[in-house]
């Protein structure tokens, strides 16, 4: 049956004409307790979902919309390890690389923890001897550079964190990322490090990935051009990977390869072996506490009542938004700097994850699925397209994230941030009416028929929904909090919409494409396209041999 014929989709669609159609303004004028109401808390985070779109009826409508698709068991499924990503065939367990129980979380009948727990212990023996000096390069330096090979899920997760947590960064120690195929990406990090300090962590799932791959070759090929013996190789690169054979063909040894399972997807994939360059950056305390928050986040999202769990709420929101009101993008704006890398990481986790339009059962779908997700650290956003969010033509929900608490205390610069943290919300939600315009403009010394003509373009319309998030501090703890809390309401919104969250197939074309092209830009191949490809292939080549 399609969602839309349940009764209660079908209740939520006659209630987006009437309840959804209120202005905020006049939902906060007549409920004094609306913030009280719409708010909750957990596992470190705050969240405000007052300045959203909804009334009770709409949320307790879209509770049994929840219901109706069986989300609580479908999250119980994800927890037991059931093949929940049925077009490859594979169980979703990266909530089990964060916990700690054994005889909890199995795959195929057999329990994962202990694998699980004896990677861990090889990561953090292989920090501590990096951290301590026990591992050295091969000319007897100190490792204190390391650069992170990878793309997508093995390179987004881990720069994000390691930004997030620069605080927390060891004294003395470098991280770069190189994910780009462009040679650019690579030569410019090469042009500042040292090789005989440098550790290169080559990243990649599958260890196939044609970026990754040309990436590891050609800083291999810089090392050894540094004069570094092939020998040496064994000391400054290490692999993680689920490829043992494909490592191993690369020239890295498997006591330096760091293993993880199929059933952690790429975008999920930050708590697995992926996430040791963070570890190797703020070393191995911070980087357990960093499982730890994403881990109470877990059992908050696995033992709360759906309408006191944040990441179901934060989910039927955005269902309510983009499948019920039309609303196609959400801004996520996190008013940290630390966090600037969030919404490039969250792209990925959330458009690779519901960027989807055909149902479990490969039906097409009938309503909006994963919204258009995109956003900038605050307040750079707000001198760039905010302008947009208040007055363009469609309607933008954003997530504002913020701490209460600067790891840079530094005059009122907190303070200020965090006015605009609250002004932003508020100004989309109550917005500025033709009147408070003319209110604004009398004095003026304008003439009636300029201030008449003035008022269209300084009205702000409102009623633009916004999440706020808020903890005491941007920690390891919170910060693996708030990306469990992501994680979850983008696996809830696939459950409601119906859709598998855990492939990608439609990533697959592109690649086949541009090796197929590749030989045919190397003049190794004869041009077969359409005419515009080739016509560009042609030009390319053209411009090249010039
Ligand atoms: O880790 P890898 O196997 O190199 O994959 C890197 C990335 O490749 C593809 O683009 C997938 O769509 C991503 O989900 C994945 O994170």
Not at 24 to 34: C, I, N, V
Not at 245 to 256: M, Q, R
Not at 262 to 272: A, D, H, I, Q, T
């Given at each position: ?118 990677v ?120 993680l990977s689920t490829?043992e ?12 390869m760091f293993p993880f399972w ?11 072996a ?273």
């Open positions: 049956m399609s969602r839309t014929d349940l009764s209660e989709w079908q209740a939520l669609e006659a209630l987006a004409a009437t309840d959804g159609a209120r202005h905020l303004r006049d939902l906060f004028a007549e409920d004094e307790g609306r913030f009280e109401r719409f708010s909750a808390e957990a596992a470190g985070l705050f969240v405000d979902y007052s300045k959203t779109r909804i009334t009770s009826d709409v949320l307790d409508g879209l509770l049994d919309l929840a219901r109706a698709t069986r989300l609580e068991d479908r999250r119980t499924d994800m927890f037991r390890g059931e093949k929940i990503n049925a077009t490859e065939g594979r169980a979703v367990l990266h909530v089990a690389l964060r916990d700690t129980a054994k005889g909890k979380y199995f795959v195929d009948g057999a329990d994962v923890m202990d694998d699980i727990q004896s861990l212990s090889q990561m953090e023996a292989y920090c501590d001897s990096v951290h301590s000096g026990a591992r050295m390069g091969h000319t007897g330096k100190p490792l204190d550079t390391v650069v992170n090979i990878g793309i997508g899920g093995s390179d987004l997760g881990p720069v994000m964190v390691t930004e997030a947590l620069k605080p927390y960064a060891l004294e003395g120690r470098a991280t770069h990322f190189v994910s780009n195929v462009d040679g650019t990406h690579l030569a410019e990090v090469l042009k500042r490090i040292d090789p005989e300090r440098t550790l290169f962590v080559i990243a990649s799932k599958t260890f196939t990935t044609q970026e990754t791959m040309t990436n590891a070759a050609s800083a291999r090929e810089w090392f050894l051009a540094s004069g570094a013996p092939e020998s040496a190789v064994a000391d400054h690169f290490i692999a490829n054979a494909a490592v191993t063909e690369f020239g890295i040894n498997a006591e330096n199929e059933w952690v997807g790429g975008r999920y994939s930050l708590w697995s992926i996430g040791l360059p963070i570890a190797l950056s703020v070393g191995w305390k911070n980087y357990r506490a960093l499982l730890d928050g994403a881990a109470a986040m877990d059992r908050h999202f696995e033992t709360a009542p759906m309408k006191e769990n944040l990441p179901v709420l934060l989910a039927l929101i955005g269902v309510w938004h983009r499948s019920f009101l039309g609303m196609q993008a959400n801004a996520v704006l996190p008013y940290d700097q630390y966090l600037h890398r969030l919404p490039a990481y969250l792209q990925q986790a959330d458009m690779e994850s519901n960027g989807k339009s055909v149902t479990m059962a490969g039906a097409h779908v009938t309503y909006g699925t994963g919204p258009v997700l995109f956003g900038e650290a605050g307040t750079n956003g707000q001198h760039a397209f905010y302008q947009l969010i208040h007055q363009g033509t469609d309607i933008i929900p954003c997530d504002f994230i913020a701490a209460a608490e600067s790891h840079n205390p530094l005059g009122d610069h907190h303070e200020k941030l965090l006015a605009n943290f609250l002004a932003q919300p508020e100004a989309l939600a109550m917005g500025k009416t033709p009147d408070e315009v003319r209110e604004d403009l009398k004095g003026s010394g304008m003439a009636d028929a300029e201030i008449e003509a003035l008022v269209p373009h300084k009205v702000f319309t409102g009623n633009r929904p916004t999440v706020s998030i808020l903890m005491e501090r941007l920690e390891p703890r919170t910060l693996g909090s708030l990306i469990a809390l992501y994680e979850h309401r983008i696996f809830c919104q696939s459950v409601i919409w119906d859709i598998n969250a855990f492939d990608q197939w439609g990533v697959e074309l592109g690649k086949v494409l541009a090796k197929a092209i590749l030989p045919e830009l190397k003049g190794w191949a004869d041009v077969k396209h359409d005419s515009s490809t080739s016509g560009l292939i042609a030009r390319i080549n053209r411009l090249r041999r010039s």
